[in-house]
């Protein structure tokens, strides 16, 4: 038997073994388009890199995965550095990624276009959820480095420009991996301060230097937050996501500071204007009144009072007059309308109890020729049956007992 046959999985090993030892295929740097893409649960990517003419499978493990900040699409031009080899189980080979990035731009930019478009198309930019600085703030908050140029810049430009604000610091990590989580911890605590405006920043430079200012957790925490948000990111070339959302943008720390708070020069300045104004408005005022005192203080009135009253006294008696002959006029005049109407009055009433009287009369007449008393009186009675009048003999029968009435009295009496 011939002893040069071996299995495949030895054929496998060897090459996985040749391709591993060989220092060209231990760092590719390799471009070309992905399709085929897929993220596991378990957070490795998996995908395939491909040209005009093939194609290689790539594998992207979790511990590499987890840094990429852009989301990788297929037909997305890449470039991508890792190792070749071979999976021994299918027995074919493939890159082993360790970094990508879209051919062209870097992952950073990426991540932050994507970034900036989603929260874009959710309105986390619009004017109109803009709150305005206040004027002359009382308590500021800042959010920076404890150390260095950054807030020093902030905390000297505060104090020339506006020394009667408090400010309050809350240091902060603003550089590496922990940094957007220490910002947005310390943008909670800022809550229970009672802020006029805060002001998250730091100074210059590179875009990793920066990017925990890009990072999603805390656009959001600068958009929720109820006090205004001045971003002081860097230098003015400098744009981050936290400039977009927030509620005004600083070219710089100092720049915030400046944003911030007002000039007391110019506060000084304007309240000396003011109180200029004020002394000459007062003035003028109080010439106005002068002059118009002088006035009244020479007036023929205010010189001869008496004079007033004796004009005011003779229209009175006029009056008075005119009043006491109006009321004698009118008393006359209504004298002799009432004893006209009294006149009539009384013929009208005598008037009424004569013909009143006359009708009784003609009334009681014929009331006393109808009256039952007088027929009794001329020798007829009247009989009853249980208070009733018997006018029919029909009407009555042995044994009942009946009462008739006569003049002189009544009589009660027994069928027979």
């Known amino acids: ?159 020339r420009r506006w020394p009667l604000c408090e400010t309050i610091l809350f240091p902060s990590l603003v550089q590496g991996a922990e940094a957007a989580t220490d910002i947005v911890r310390n943008i909670e605590l800022s809550k229970n301060y009672d802020l006029d405006v805060l002001i998250v920043g730091r100074g210059g430079g590179s875009i990793e230097d920066l990017w925990c200012f890009n990072e999603e957790i805390v656009a959001r925490a600068i958009y929720d937050l109820e006090v205004p948000v001045i971003s002081a990111v860097g230098h003015e070339i400098d744009f981050t996501i936290s400039d977009f959302v927030a509620d005004l943008r600083a070219p710089t720390p100092t720049g915030a500071a400046e944003m911030a708070v007002p000039d007391i020069r110019d506060i000084t300045k304007l309240l000396n204007q003011i109180e200029i104004r004020s002394i ?64 009539k009055l009384i013929n009208s009433i005598n008037n009424k109890y004569n013909s009143d009287k006359n009708n009784f009369v003609k009334l009681l007449s014929k009331l006393e020729v109808l009256n039952p008393l007088l027929t009794i009186k001329r020798g007829y009675s009247i009989v009853r049956k249980d208070n009733k009048v018997i006018t029919s003999k029909n009407d009555l029968k042995k044994k009942d007992k009946v009462e008739i009435e006569l003049t002189d009295g009544k009589v009660d009496l027994e069928v027979l």
């Open 1 to 159: 038997m011939n002893n040069n046959y071996i299995t495949v999985t030895q054929l496998t090993k060897y090459i996985k073994y040749k391709i591993d030892n060989d220092q060209n295929l231990n760092k590719i740097y390799l471009k070309g388009e992905v399709s085929n893409f897929k993220a596991h649960t378990r957070g490795h990517f998996y995908f395939t890199i491909k040209d005009e003419n093939t194609r290689i499978n790539a594998v992207m493990f979790s511990t590499y995965a987890k840094d990429v900040k852009f989301d990788i699409q297929d037909g997305m031009k890449v470039l991508v550095t890792g190792k070749v080899s071979v999976y021994e189980a299918t027995g074919g080979y493939q890159i082993y990624v360790d970094s990508i990035t879209e051919d062209g731009l870097g992952n950073l930019y990426i991540a932050f276009e994507q970034l900036k478009k989603k929260l874009e198309q959710e309105g986390l930019f619009k004017e109109e959820h803009k709150k305005p600085i206040p004027k002359i703030p009382n308590r500021i908050g800042i959010i920076t480095a404890p150390t260095g140029a950054a807030i020093k810049d902030i905390l000297s430009t505060l104090k």
């Open 280 to 343: 000459n408005g007062i003035t003028n005022i109080l010439n106005i009144r002068k002059e118009k005192l002088k006035k009244l203080s020479e007036s023929f009135i205010l010189k001869n009072p008496i004079s007033m009253y004796q004009i005011k006294e003779e229209k009175f008696d006029n009056l008075f007059e005119r009043l006491i002959n109006s009321y004698k006029s009118l008393i006359s005049n209504n004298k002799n309308k009432i004893e006209l109407i009294d006149n």
